[in-house]
């Protein structure tokens, strides 16, 4: 069979555990992930394109250290991901990139809508590109982004609810 690539698109602003334990089981699953981070200049951002990619990438190469350091994962997926920027269609970048699918974490039900729409109207773009989900652990169910951001801008401690390299740009910005 040949190798199946995988996409995990986002805004990743910044990138939360709830992300990088979704990423990472998709990268159990699959043979190699793009991390997509979305560059969209109409949508306004606590960080840019650059940063997001940068937290992504340290938080992977830290996790796949830490991982082989302490013998945990006998095979370590952050070798397998990489991160990239993409602005246009996510099923054109999907494309572009031989991605035969697209995957997204599921949190809850309240996700759904939302992911549904997402989901076929992609199918509708481009059929031959399929939309997988995965179900969010039940830890990470109630993080996200913008509860993150908030939680930081008033002084909340957000240190187990986003990777380190997160928590230090949140730091440095807010
Ligand atoms: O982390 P987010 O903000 O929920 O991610 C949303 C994202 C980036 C996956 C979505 O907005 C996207 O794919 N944007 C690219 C534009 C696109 O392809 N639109 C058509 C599908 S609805």
């Given at each position: 069979m040949s190798p199946i690539k995988a996409v995990c698109p986002g805004?990743?602003?910044?990138?939360?555990l709830g992300h990088t334990d979704y990423i990472l089981r998709a990268a159990e699953i699959f043979d190699h992930v793009i991390v997509g981070v979305l560059n969209n200049p109409d949508k306004s951002t606590l960080f840019s394109v650059e940063e997001r990619l940068k937290i992504i990438e340290e938080t992977f190469a830290a996790f796949s250290e830490k991982s082989a350091k302490e013998g945990?994962?006998?095979?370590?997926?952050a070798k397998r991901i990489e991160a990239k920027s993409f602005s246009g269609l996510l099923v054109d970048f999907a494309q572009k990139e031989a991605c035969q699918v697209i995957v997204r974490g599921l949190r809850a039900t309240s996700d759904y809508e939302y992911e549904a729409q997402m989901a076929l109207m992609n199918r509708h773009l481009n059929p031959q590109v399929e939309t997988l989900y995965l179900m969010t652990r039940e830890k990470h169910s109630y993080i996200s982004s913008s509860v993150v951001k908030q939680i930081a801008s008033f002084g909340g401690d957000v240190s187990s609810l986003v990777p380190e390299a997160s928590f230090r740009a949140l730091q440095k910005r807010l």
């Open positions: 805004t990743f602003d910044p990138l939360t945990q994962v006998k095979w370590i997926g």
